[in-house]
């Protein structure tokens, strides 16, 4: 895989759910055009979430896109530390995706591995999805291609 997408639990997720394998809106042509690969994990709480960033240590994982989605502020606190060193554990770099500025991870469990992006398009999810997989597409593309070139998307 190249670039693995990690969702959260969300209260409305009009898109996907758990068992999904690809969020409908997600534009996977994109990502397939430029040679990627994509793989969604939906995770029901924050434990599943950590769990999922330790399996994108994977060397075949280039990118992480991260929907924290709606996690329970509780557990935030209890579990932060656990999903920090997470974050901090990752070989690749991450984005984050959010719906809403209150999701940003940053605010919440302060990692010091901190993501490459962080795209937040309040209430349009399928937005913020698309402009985080054309900013992962073109890092991908120029870490790929000799210094200089450019990838149109």
Request: aromatic share 2%.
């Amino acid at each position: 895989m190249s670039i693995l997408v990690i969702q959260g639990p969300h209260s409305a997720l009009p898109w996907s759910g758990p068992g999904t394998e690809e969020p409908l809106l997600l534009p996977t042509a994109a990502a397939h055009a430029a040679g990627k690969s994509l793989v969604v994990r939906t995770c029901a709480g924050i434990r599943e979430m950590i769990e999922c960033l330790r399996q994108a240590r994977q060397p075949d994982t280039e990118m992480v896109l991260l929907d924290s989605g709606d996690l329970d502020p509780a557990d935030c606190v209890r579990e932060g530390a656990d999903l920090c060193r997470a974050l901090d554990e990752l070989q690749s770099p991450y984005i984050e995706v959010h719906d809403d500025s209150g999701q940003v991870l940053d605010l919440q469990v302060h990692p010091r591995n901190a993501p490459m992006v962080t795209v937040v398009v309040n209430d349009d999810r399928a937005s913020g999805y698309s402009l985080a997989l054309a900013i992962a597409l073109r890092h991908l593309g120029r870490s790929a291609n000799a210094p200089g070139t450019s990838v149109h998307l």
